[in-house]
């Protein structure tokens, strides 16, 4: 089946800390790997996305290299702003499927 | 990428009473579909709202309970009916617009139940 496993939190850094969320799935065929970011009170963003193996998303500071060989998708942030307080959710989709399965969320907490 | 409006953002109701949430895009898109997030969770596929036919519900959700329009290409409702404080959640309104493709996300609806 398809299932996404993410580093459970929460999650606490200082400001300019570098920020590692473990993302590791399962899924039948190539699917594509999401990072969706929740800031309290919203609606999930779309943060990045990488389609293929070895594609690696970056938006915003944030990065995470699709890897095959490990079924990982770790998001990464050198150094983390209090803005970037939110919750963070893994999710795939594989091809021929409507819709798209989440990790459980990781909270982040960035203290000044 | 599209816009997604939803509304209510937010509702407190009395149990046993039901709620329409409204989810309008500002485009035509292929794949609308309704997810709940309960307090401290993740997201949960409730179902997948067809254009012109029947929801495609997931395990768990009955079509009594969480009827869900989707008249044309751009526009779907959810309602939670007789409600209880289990229901209380977050309900989420998405978009896809092909089959690899990210999805997009209304702001959702904070619905209390008491």
């Known amino acids: 089946g398809n299932s996404v496993t993410q580093m459970e939190g929460p999650v606490t850094l200082s400001e300019e800390a570098f920020l590692t969320i473990n993302c590791t799935y399962t899924a039948t065929g190539y699917p594509s790997l999401f990072w969706y970011v929740q800031y309290p009170g919203e609606g999930l963003q779309l943060l990045l996305k990488?389609?293929?193996?070895?594609d690696k998303g970056s938006n915003k500071g944030f990065e995470a290299t699709y890897r095959k060989e490990t079924t990982s998708f770790h998001l990464e942030k050198g150094s983390v702003q209090v803005s970037d307080s939110a919750v963070y959710f893994c999710?795939?989709?594989?091809?021929?499927?409507?819709?798209?399965?989440f990790g459980t969320g990781t909270r982040l907490t960035v203290i000044p | 990428s599209a816009v997604i409006s939803q509304k209510p953002s937010r509702d407190i109701c009395q149990r046993g009473t039901s709620l329409t949430i409204q989810c309008q895009v500002d485009s035509q898109v292929t794949m609308m579909f309704w997810y709940r997030q309960q307090p401290g969770q993740s997201l949960t596929l409730i179902a997948t709202a067809n254009q012109g036919s029947e929801a495609t519900y997931e395990s768990g959700f009955v079509i009594d309970k969480f009827p869900i329009s989707r008249p044309n290409l751009t526009f779907s409702t959810l309602t939670v009916s007789n409600m209880s404080p289990e229901d209380s959640s977050i309900y989420l309104c998405?978009?896809?617009?092909?089959?690899?493709?990210?999805?997009?996300f209304g702001q959702g609806t904070r619905l209390t139940v008491v």
């Open positions: 998405s978009e896809r617009d092909g089959m690899n493709t990210e999805a997009f």
């Open positions: 990488a389609t293929k193996a070895d």
């Open positions: 999710a795939l989709t594989r091809a021929g499927a409507n819709n798209l399965f």
